[in-house]
């Protein structure tokens, strides 16, 4: 079974801070990881994806991801936070070998402060 | 920017009674999925559908759903006989190809069953 934790809820930073979402997840063959993002009344909105190769992945609006295959982690993070930034964050796995639906994490909700 | 759409925004309903979600893909995807989220709650995989006929489904997915693309553009999600607990905003999703793997997600449908 393919599982995801974001261990925190809430992440509040100020603008201009580097910021960091964690996610860590769990499946039994290679995963394939994405990060989502969900603005007030609107649909997911696909921000980037770790299929293979680099372990930094660029994605939408300056975000990148790393894959750390030893700590099974997929932390989101941006160098200079915007307040445009604040919304619902949420890391996403698929095992490679198996399931194609996404299992999702409970989602970080990031809070930019002016 | 093609988009996934999905109707209506929000449907107030009667415990027992039918509802349809639509959702119209983006136009060239052969993929599709339904998802829910409970307030407050993870994004949880319904089902996942493709030429026609259902790939996977989770347990959510009992006798009471099914889906359908009834002419070839709307894909759809029916529940028969609606309890308190399908309260949720449904997803849609679209993925292009079997050699794409980001799903594109619809603003969602906000049902409330009263």
């Known amino acids: 079974a393919q599982s995801v934790a974001q261990p925190e809820d809430q992440v509040n930073v100020a603008e201009g801070n580097p910021l960091t979402v964690k996610c860590t997840y769990s499946v039994s063959g290679n995963p394939y990881l994405f990060w989502y993002v969900q603005y007030p009344n609107r649909g997911l909105q696909f921000l980037l994806k770790y299929i293979t190769g680099d372990n930094l992945v660029k994605g939408s609006y300056g975000f990148e991801a790393e894959f750390n295959k030893s700590q099974t982690s997929f932390h989101l993070k941006k160098p200079s936070a915007l307040v445009s930034d604040s919304a619902l964050y949420f890391c996403?796995?698929?095992?490679?070998?198996?399931?194609?639906?996404?299992?999702f994490g409970s989602g970080t909700q990031l809070t930019v402060l002016p | 920017e093609p988009e996934v759409t999905q109707t209506p925004s929000h449907q107030v309903t009667q415990m027992g009674q039918e509802v349809i979600l639509r959702c119209v893909p983006i136009?060239?995807?052969?993929?599709f999925y339904w998802y829910r989220q409970i307030l407050g709650q993870k994004v949880e995989f319904l089902v996942s559908f493709y030429n026609n006929e259902i790939s996977e489904k989770s347990e959510i997915f009992d006798d009471q759903f099914s889906v359908e693309r009834p002419d070839g553009s709307n894909f759809t999600l029916k529940i028969r006989s609606t309890k308190l607990e399908d309260s949720a905003m449904y997803f849609c999703a679209t993925r292009e190809a079997a050699s794409s793997y980001e799903q594109y997600f619809g603003p969602g449908t906000r049902l409330t069953v009263t």
């Open positions: 996403a796995v698929r095992d490679e070998g198996s399931a194609r639906q996404l299992t």
């Open positions: 136009s060239n995807h052969l993929y």
